[in-house]
């Protein structure tokens, strides 16, 4: 039997734009025309050789074309669809959601005068027999033609009630959703859950969260409920449960706060639908790691990519409450310092419910140095690189994975008596992080001088060679900091010291630096911004040192001495270049973010090498 297309098989589409099951649906096979590829899906044009209609195979059905199951002028059978309309066109355009492969590539396009078969339901089939007057046979029953829309539409009514129940829910894959569809719904479970934020702009104030959504393929996407929706289904998403939701709308994800691999996001509104999937196997997937050394981090320091890592618990903090300036509310904040087998050590900042819950858990075991295995962290640059956690991180203790019985083999053996520095110090030049040593990325001042629109997007790292060359005295060099926060902190009426960041009074404080020095190299000079462990390097000694000089009298002031003592000193400096607005002015701010003395023998192998690459230029 040769292998052809349905006949009217593009008008069958047509008429049933979102058939409500698949079942209903007759055969319908279509020639693959035009088959190419764009970005991650294949486009082609569906042919039942009298009609065409541009159509679209999801990135889930990649593999079948790659596999050749799916070849150009090849048949398939269509099993499952949506009909979408082309924006600001009359034309529509075929999601194929479902399909399979009927026939290869054929020699060449099929092409039909005829629409098939025609039946005339009134035609009069007339038999003549030698020595017999023509008989007129009439059939007893009219054949009458019918669309595939009033088929669908039989069936339908037919049915009993409870199936005709099931076929008013027609679930859709997510890969198959994009913000020109009308009514969809959708299966999913909800495999993360952000806590519910408050938020204060020119509109007002609100609130919002959001949570990841996971449908049977895998497909994940992030759906985002504010105000009156955020508050109507907060309690109603649980995390691993099943849902069916519908009556949302999907937009273009921002690139910049998406947190899964999808190219749209959805909103939920408080007129969407949401419910729960009654006797359906609760889950939630295993969490899968891809972890950053600690050695590692520096490339993503300040990006939007999330990072997972993995070390042997240090130190952890006392719980703190930090008072957001947006809303002037006060979170609980916890910091944890971790170590892996690159003997480098970093700091993660927890938040809310992990600062006061995993965080008081990990206080409590802190002597026996637990592992703990932390997903979705963002990389910032405090203290040269630093973790923070967000809604979606996840924080597990002692975990049963392969990573982590290795480290702490490791530390068992050997990390526990090991020499630990901090990843962000920059403190060795010869420190295999390319991305923080001080001899990676190395240029003239002028190089950043020169460009004005250095940092204007993130900051930029680079090494510079220089002198201090000055560091004005009068300017003010440091503030009064809290001992346990580092915070600024402000005199009291009665005594003491207040602290907004820990919420109480303290006897002391100590001075930290925050000053500005010129910086000279051979091709310039720029003032550049030094905080306290890299001005303690320059200057020599502590802020309370350097005050107790400034308080000194005496003919040679031993202030002024300590300061002139700092200048024209080589340095080698770790800088990031960011730019601030001042009286609507774009500026450059230049800040260095490790000092280290330089190594002359270090220096000298760096000129001989550009020496070397000068002459095979030559």
């Known amino acids: 039997m040769a292998k052809s297309v349905s006949p009217d098989a593009i008008s069958t589409l047509l008429a049933n734009p979102s058939p409500e099951s698949s079942s209903d649906l007759p055969e319908i096979v279509v020639q693959v025309l ?21 159509a679209i195979l999801p990135s889930n059905m990649y593999s079948e074309v790659l596999s050749g199951n799916i070849q150009n002028l090849g048949l398939i059978r269509i099993l499952d669809y949506t009909l979408n309309d082309i924006p600001n066109k009359s034309e529509k355009y075929l999601i194929v959601t479902k399909c399979e492969s009927v026939s290869p590539a054929l020699q060449m396009e099929i092409k039909s005068e005829q629409s098939g078969i025609v039946l005339k339901p009134k035609e009069e089939v007339t038999v003549k027999s030698e020595g017999a007057a023509g008989i007129v046979l009439k059939p007893k029953q009219e054949v009458v ?13 037919n049915a009993a009630p409870a199936a005709r129940m099931a076929m008013t829910r027609r679930v859709r894959p997510l890969v198959s959703l994009n913000p020109y569809q009308g009514n969809w719904t959708i299966k999913v479970s909800v495999t993360s859950k952000g806590n519910m934020r408050t938020y204060k702009n020119a509109r007002g104030e609100g609130c919002v969260f959001n949570v990841e959504l996971t449908d049977e393929d895998g497909t994940q996407i992030q759906a985002t409920m504010f105000n009156d929706a955020a508050r ?12 069916y939701i519908s009556k949302g709308t999907l ?53 939007t990519d999330l990072v997972d890592v993995i070390g042997v618990v240090q130190n952890v903090s006392s719980t703190m409450s930090i008072r957001r300036k947006s809303n002037n509310e006060s979170i609980p904040k916890r910091d944890i310092t971790i170590a892996d087998e690159t003997k480098k050590t970093v700091v993660v900042s927890l938040w809310n419910e992990l600062a006061t819950n995993i965080g008081q858990e990990l206080l409590d075991i802190a002597d026996k140095s637990p592992v703990v295995a932390i997903k979705s962290l963002r990389v910032g640059d405090f203290q040269g690189v630093s973790l923070s956690a967000i809604s979606k991180s996840a924080v597990l203790i002692n975990p049963d994975i392969p990573e982590a019985k290795k480290l702490r083999s490791w530390y068992d053996v050997e990390g526990k008596d090991a020499a630990m520095a901090s990843v962000g110090s920059g403190s060795s030049p010869s420190s295999n992080n390319a991305s923080r040593s001080v001899y990676s990325d190395r240029v003239s001042i002028s190089h950043i001088t020169t460009n004005p629109s250095l940092g204007s997007d993130k900051p930029v790292f680079f090494s510079i060679r220089g002198y201090i060359s000055s560091i004005r005295p009068d300017q003010a060099m440091w503030y009064r900091a809290c001992k346990t926060c580092n915070k600024k902190v402000t005199e009291s009426v009665g005594a003491g010291y207040w602290c907004e960041g820990c919420q109480k009074n303290d006897d002391q404080c100590n001075l930290r630096y925050i000053m500005v020095v010129r910086v000279s190299d051979a091709s310039g000079e720029s003032h550049v911004s030094v905080f306290n462990e890299e001005a303690e390097k320059i200057v020599g000694c502590s802020a309370d040192e350097l005050d107790n000089l400034r308080s000194q009298d005496g003919e040679d002031n031993p202030y002024q001495l ?6 024209w000193v080589p340095h080698l400096l770790r800088v990031s270049v960011t730019q601030n607005e001042y009286n609507n002015e774009k500026r450059q701010r230049i800040t260095a973010r490790a000092v280290v003395p330089v190594d002359f023998a270090a220096e000298s192998r760096i000129l001989l090498e550009d020496i070397s690459k000068m002459r095979v230029s030559q």
């Open 34 to 54: 035009d088959l190419k590829q764009s970005g991650n899906r294949y486009m082609f044009t569906a042919s039942d050789g009298k009609m065409k209609l541009r």
């Open 145 to 157: 033609a019918k669309s595939a829309a009033q088929i669908v539409h039989e069936q339908h009514g």
């Open 232 to 243: 109507k289904f907060y309690d109603k998403f649980v995390l691993g449960k099943v849902y």
């Open 251 to 303: 937009k273009v994800a921002n690139k910049q706060f998406k947190t899964v691999q999808n190219d749209y996001e959805m909103t939920l509104n408080e007129n969407s639908e949401v419910e729960e999937v009654a006797n359906e196997a609760s889950f939630v997937p295993e969490i899968k790691f891809n972890f950053v050394p600690i050695d590692q981090l520096g490339p993503h320091v300040n990006k």
């Open 562 to 567: 300590k300061l002139k003592q700092a200048t």
